[in-house]
């Protein structure tokens, strides 16, 4: 019956289903037979019937869905190309759609209805996704280029202040390291390989330049690298610019990767682009949803260190045997240890406490973060207002992070879909205390927080003033974004559309601190720092999209123009001598004293682009893509001109092909993908084009400008480019169950910026070139399996993310093959670029071990001078330097290229259960092979460098070595060379944070998140009038397995540096709810 | 199926080739070799009989350590092959691993312990420093000296990342001098008097005063006289009187003998001082107890104590410091040209 009902619609179904029809009818002669019977039916049965219209749409994206089945009962339609249908159906009756894309569908027909839309959710499985490729939306299964989308669903009952700390371990490719637990702090991403290998700062402020990908939150650019202009490469005053969006708001991320996907986004997607869509509203009815968290925020293990009477007797043995043993003169040393007061006036209060620094630091924390969401909306207009806010006290005292925020966003599309209309608001205020550090780094925990136990706790009186400080400081910056974008698409004629979209955004940033007289050697002072940045965005582009010769062959190609316009500016003031230690001003401070201008260099960069895109896809066999761009940045030099960036791509969708038809039963799906394009990243300033130039004393009475020799002018500057090949294969099998994506790319980096120093005859002391290029080249591994049935009362999705990067230098100014970068560090850590190698290496001297006799200890033929360091010789205890060049002195020419910090192995494992309304989900990520510089611990035995030391706010306290294998008598085999000569040590260095020694694998597995969650019942929701209701319990960073024997092997700056002044990450446990009405 | 299996290989072999081609193409990781790279000394003066290193003499700029440095074409100043160099080889002493020399051996055969037998050249480079090290010990008599032009030499420096070449290096030893302070002329070679006077003769006194006059003594007043006596391993001090005839050492009498010299087997008799010691003097650079304090030279205190004027009592020494390269038995007389000093109380 069922095939004698669909012929009577046949006046209205697709060509496609009228084929189909004919196919299996098999001919025509049994439908003439039929027919009488079927009239007489067909009278019967509309008798009941009503006609029902409506369109389907898809749930995410409100495009209509073609070719979607709709039955009521026995019958069943095909919905046109926008969408629409009608059907008969008695009121009751319920009406399914299918798609083989989405789930299915149902809808109950009460009667009277005229137009009812019905939607359509996605069906989890990789090729029926849209994604975003170039500026358009297509079929997963017609795109040519790399990209990994990330859903809300991925992302939840995790609290955290932006979401890139929530994809770590979850997208192949992109390795996210949380370097600092700062709340609000940005995290270190790098997409495919290192972007950048510039580094600002030495010592332990060193920083790799920070290479972000591009994120687009609603159609608003956002410049990821904001705020780095100052050096804090990493986490500077500012918050994570990806923070401005809480993640409950978040619905998805596509993380796009490769040359195909970004290339249209030309200047600013060489590093990748992230594609950030809030949430939509999509029921008719409003619904409201508030999302609660209350996070316990605990300490992790702190350092250990000896306390009060112990540490007394430890730094009074340590000068009394090493003056003994060493001097031999331990008379003398007793008598250094009696004039040291600190020593041994062990009576006097003041020096006779045991107070525990670290714990008037550090102390957990109560937080909490609510999110409120309106939402609601049909095809022709929906609307969101969602509210969030969020406290993130630090484990650190009088550090933490607010956020207030509100986003919203609304869709307009005319009846006729002729004219669609996007707009979205996003505004965050976002407050920071950074206590007394920049947040990434602590440095009065660093220093007062290792104070010597023995000092009196803090208060106004007592000697370590810098502990007081950090708790007292009013520290107050505040960073207010409003990003506004507007996205209108008018469809000309039918195929052609024209879209225009533009968006802006505003930063403001203010950073003040107020020191209070008694805490600044008796007068006020009163900081500010103002931060203002704009970015203004425009893209326009002409859409043709054309299917012919029946419908096997498409093309659709788009022009397009967009313009860049990035502005920001720093004034800093300094206020000395405010009136007293409440006012701060703004009159009645030190006029001559004060200090006010702009701070560093204001930016005013301005990126045009042009382009085209073709695509051609024949059956959806064979995907076709290519696009050319042309780029041209207001910090180019002018004589590189535009650039151009091509980029050609191609897909085969294997399982259309006839010969694979018969593989269905195994296999969903299978393609492959090729890419080969250009992108470009501006890099540097206008001052490396144009020279800089500064007003000189008048000359004739006439005003002079002169040129600054510092840097030459290159007036051929060029951006960075990224030449990327991107070969993948994905595929589905057995129903689904398990779904594999896996990506090689090569991308070959080139024209990075090095100063090079220039001959003193150039009148310039450097010049900036664009000779240092590096080769990424990897391979990424995406693997889901659902191994149980799919009717199964216990669902497990099981996750592993991998990616392997391999990174080479290939090339360096001069034709050099080495370049020592930072030479004169101040922690003497400087870096190596070495060819052949990881773009940067340690450069190091190689620790063979401990002297354990003096006889060990070589000695120069010629001339019977022992080995020795900065002219002292060396002894048993102190540390076997391979002396390279056998000169019998350990120098700067003795260090070596050795460890590689960047990391090789990425990805994670992750695992979705569900059992009834429980679900449990645990989300680990790990990295792999890198090599890390363990400076808390160099730093813990350089702490016994200065047991003498004479002014009391310096005096550090010593930490327990007992548990290292170090040197305590001659014959030792030991591991660390003995910490107790002090004197001797700081000499030599023994300790010097530039060895093998301290260079450790830093390879970890993390524990993410472990969630246990449980949804009401619907029943019993209807009763109580809601609709979603669900409760969870989330531990998050709960535990790290690893060999490295730092504090934590992922609080590492990029160089793949320890620091002993980090900030560490906490252990947080989470309760939440999430309600819907 | 067939297909599958087909494309599967197609794809994967692709892919290899893609990969392996790309690595073809990647600089390996070899060391660099700057061409900035210099001798920062080109011209060498080492003066012969005693061990010199050079240095610091090599600056790498951006070379990646270690280099390995060869000495080529080490010819005569007019090109002709210089055999005396190049081809005679020489068993010699040198230190050996296993402890420096500290100045607390307690015998000559600790001492010796610590030196072994190596054969070198005079003139050599070190394999990895580019120091350039002249050795004693060995013949020099066919060594064309200062004011000769001496030799020249080529060094050509490389590692895995190539190889640099430093032309005409310049080598121009200087005379040895088995002694210092010293009478002899660098340039000839040959003493220019019997003594070493002052200003140069390296002696320093305090409170001595003349037997003659009770005057202070000057410094310009003694003279030294270094005499090597035999091959042996002897050090002896005599002090005369203007007639060069022998004053009793013991007169010294507040003298630290046995830690006069880092010497054995002490005979101190009316005459003399004799120790057995080992050479050169000093051992090493290391300051020891003695040396003086730069360790460049030993230092040798002879002390007494006498009452003077209205009772005073004085602690009065000669100071001499000195170095001999030349292993034998040496002796050194100090000679007091005008009077004796006085020993007596006042």
Redo the contacts between chains.
Sequence with gaps: MDKIFTVLWLHNPTRLSISRFNKRQGGRLRLHLLLPALLLLMCSIRAGAQKVRGTVFDEQSRLPVAGANVTAGARGVYTDTVGRFEIDAAAGATIAVTHLNYSPATYQVSGGEANIEIYLKLASGALTDVVVQGFTKKSRSLVTGASTVITADDIKDVPAASVTELLQGKVAGVNIQNTSGMPGARGSIFQRGLSNINVTGDGNNAYLASGQPLFIIDGVPIDPNEDTEYGFAQAGGGANPLSVIPPEDIESVEILKDAASTSVYGSRGANGVWIINTKRGRSKVPQITYDGKYIYTAVPPLRDVYGGHLERQIKVNQVLYNNAQTNNAFNWGLATVNANYFLSDSLNPYLNNSVNWQSYFFGPQLNHSHNLRFAGGMSQFDYKVNLNYMQDMGIIKNTGYKRYSAGINSQYQSENKKIRMLTSVNAASELRQNGSGVGLLQTGVGTSGMASTLLPPPNVYTENNTALASFILKDDNKKNTLGANLDLTYEIIKDLRFRSTGSITFNTTSYNIFYPGWLNYGYTQYNTQDRSANTYYNLNMLQYTRRFLKEKHTVSGYVFSDLNVNKSKTTYAQLPSTPNNFISGPFGYDLRAAVYGTLGEPVDVRQFGYGANVSYDYMQKYVFNASFRFDGTSINGPLTGFNRNPMISFRWN?YKEK??EG?SSWMNSSS?RASWGQTIVPQGNIFMVYGQYYPGSSYNGQPSVLNSFGTEPNAYYKPITNRM?N?G?EGEFFNRKLTIQYD?Y?KFVQNNSLLIDVPFETGYSKYPSNDVSW?D?GHELTLNVRPLPRDSKLSWTFGLVGAFNRN????LPND?????INPGDQLNLPLLY????SSFSNYLFVTKGVYAR?????????????MRINGV?LQAGDPIFAD????Y?IDN?????VGNPVPKLTGGISNFLAYHNFTFNIFTSFTFFRDVLNTPLAYKFQQFYNPLNSTLSGVQAVPPVEEYNYWKAPGDNAVYPNPYTYDHNAAIAAFRYNQTLFQEDGSYFKINSITLGYDFKKELLKRWHLQILRVFLTGSNVATISNYSGPSPEVITDLGRDNPYGYPLARRYTLGVTVTF | MRYLYLLICFGVAGLLLLISSCKKDFPEDRDSIDPLATFTRTFYDPTLGRNTVFSDNFNGANSSQPLEFTMLNLRRYNGDPAPELTDSIYPIWVWKDGGAYTGKETSLAEIENKRKIENHRVFEIRQHSGQLVTWSGMDLSHIRSQPDSGYKFDVKVSNSGGLNYYYNLRFMPRKAIPYAPSNYNPETGMTTGPAVSYPTNGISLSNVQRLKDGLGMQESEVDVYFTKKGTGNSLTFKFLDSAFAPINPRLFNTTDWPGLVHGFDMKLTDTAVVYQVAYPIPLGPIPTKYTNAAATRAAVTFSYYRKGTAGFGYVCALVFNYAIYEKGDWEIAFQFRNSSPKFSND
């Design positions: 294997i010969f694979a593989w492959i090949t070969i294969y090689f090569y080769v080249y080479i230098l290939t090339r050099a093959r080495e370049w020592v070495r060819l052949g190698r003096n006889t060990d200890v070589p000695v120069d033929p010629a001339t019977n001078l022992p010789y390279l060049n056998g000169d002195v020419r003795d260090r070596v290229a």
